[in-house]
């Protein structure tokens, strides 16, 4: 009788235990609902951010592309007033990534190879119109940089004639609008024209001297 009583004793503990333990599953449970819930709410709201980002980042994406296009085009009408030349922007996904293809456009035609299809000049032209807008882009970022760009001889492709000279003049309007220190080393005598201060450097076999020639912040 005393060992049925113990036996019985421990089956009741066994059951409390189990019950216990069943109770521990039950709450273990519903805290797991609960997380699985808040996940899944969670993933929801992040899906809904990405969403909203992506949203917010092709707004900017056009607003800069639309400005990115106007500027460059007004750039290569300034240079080359002659021609209908059109900047454009397409960006295409390649392997997940964003891709920037620039396009020049004239009449209804499209050159891709701007170099061999149209020439270096106007190519010259777009690259400097383009680092002035990179940069004041950076700095709008917050980026703690100076507004500074330093060209070696830039824009030497352009042609001749009156070609430099309109040129030059569109690098002043770049850097005055966009309140840019641009710094040239230069060979042309139409970019030593728009300069507030310009210095020759001569070599004379042994060591350079400078003179400065032109200086309008007096």
Not at 37 to 49: M, N
Not at 54 to 67: F, L
Not at 85 to 111: M, Q, S, T
Request: glycine share 4%.
């Amino acid at each position: 009788m005393k060992n049925l009583n113990e036996r019985i004793t421990m089956i009741a503990a066994s059951l409390r235990t189990a019950d216990a333990l069943r109770h521990a599953i039950k709450d273990d449970s519903a805290d797991l609902r609960r997380e699985i819930d808040a996940a899944v709410k969670d993933k929801v709201a992040i899906a809904k951010s990405i969403s909203i980002l992506q949203i917010v980042a092709e707004r900017i994406q056009k607003s800069i592309k639309s400005e990115l296009q106007a500027l460059v085009t007004l750039a290569f009408r300034s240079v080359f007033p002659a021609r209908s030349y059109k900047f454009r922007i397409d960006f295409e996904k390649n392997r997940d990534k964003l891709v920037c293809r620039p396009v020049v456009e004239e009449a209804g035609w499209e050159y891709t190879d701007v170099e061999n299809d149209v020439g270096g000049g106007l190519l010259h032209v777009a690259s400097v119109a383009l680092r002035a807008i990179m940069l004041v882009l950076r700095i709008a970022r917050g980026e703690n940089i100076r507004r500074f760009i330093w060209f070696d001889e830039p824009l030497t492709a352009v042609g001749i004639g009156d070609a430099p000279r309109r040129a030059a003049n569109m690098l002043l309007n770049i850097s005055r609008k966009l309140g840019i220190q641009v710094v040239i080393t230069t060979h042309s005598e139409e970019f030593m024209e728009i300069g507030d201060r310009v210095w020759r450097f001569t070599h004379n076999g042994t060591h350079t001297e400078s003179e400065l020639v032109v200086d309008k912040w007096k």
